[in-house]
């Protein structure tokens, strides 16, 4: 079975700051690791993932992840904080053989404060 | 190429009553998934479609939830005789097929469904 646990429910930094969302992950088979945001009453929008390949992704609106497998983790991080960041964000984790169902987190709510 | 199209966007339902919850795929894809978000947690998944098939509903409550992705329209979610612990979001996604480099889903907006 997979997991993934986000630490924490909210998270809130200055408008410029650095942000840093935790994500880790248990699998026991290689993982496929996704970054989603999900604005007020809106749906999932993907933000950037991993499947194999480079380890430090990049995705949109300069956000970037980097996938360790010594530690689990697929942390998510953005040099600078922009109003527009605040939303909510979740992990999730899929595997060859799951038929891509995906296994969220309970996702970490960003604040940013002007 | 429009989106992943859900609707209603907002339900309203008393106890006991039936919910219907319709997800129209992006173009292309034939594979349809659904999650549910309760609040204050994350989405969980329910159940993996393809066109006139159920490939995995182990996510699915046993009783009163059902779903169906028919030839032609629509896939379905149905919650029969709705309790308020159903009130939740819920989200389809689409693919165009499970695996592959992508693994990716596409998300509609959701049907958010209160049962008062």
């Known amino acids: 079975a997979q997991s993934v646990t986000q630490l924490g429910s909210h998270v809130s930094v200055s408008e410029g700051a650095l942000v840093l969302l935790r994500c880790n992950y248990s699998?026991?088979?290689?993982?496929?690791l996704f970054w989603y945001v999900q604005y007020p009453n809106q749906g999932l929008q993907l933000l950037l993932k991993?499947?194999?390949?480079?380890?430090l992704v990049k995705g949109i609106n300069g956000f970037e992840a980097e996938f360790k497998k010594s530690e689990t983790s697929f942390h998510l991080t953005k040099p600078s904080a922009h109003m527009s960041d605040a939303a909510e964000y979740f992990c999730?984790?899929?595997?060859?053989?799951?038929?891509?169902?995906?296994?969220f987190g309970k996702g970490i709510t960003l604040s940013v404060r002007p | 190429n429009a989106g992943v199209m859900q609707n209603p966007r907002h339900l309203v339902r008393r106890r006991g009553q039936e919910a219907r919850l319709r997800c129209s795929p992006m173009?292309?894809?034939?594979?349809v998934y659904w999650y549910r978000q309760l609040p204050e947690e994350g989405l969980k998944f329910m159940v993996y479609l393809q066109k006139e098939n159920i490939i995995d509903e182990s996510g699915m409550p046993k009783e009163r939830f059902s779903a169906e992705f028919p030839k032609e329209g629509p896939s379905i979610l149905r919650i029969q005789q709705v309790v308020r612990g159903d009130s939740a979001a819920y989200f389809c996604?689409?693919?165009?097929?499970?695996?592959?480099?992508?693994?990716?889903?596409?998300f509609g907006p959701g049907t958010r469904l209160t049962v008062t």
């Open positions: 991993y499947t194999t390949g480079a380890t």
């Open positions: 699998s026991s088979v290689p993982p496929y």
């Open positions: 996604a689409s693919s165009p097929r499970p695996g592959g480099s992508s693994y990716e889903q596409y």
């Open positions: 173009k292309g894809h034939s594979h």
């Open positions: 999730a984790v899929t595997h060859t053989g799951a038929n891509s169902k995906l296994t």
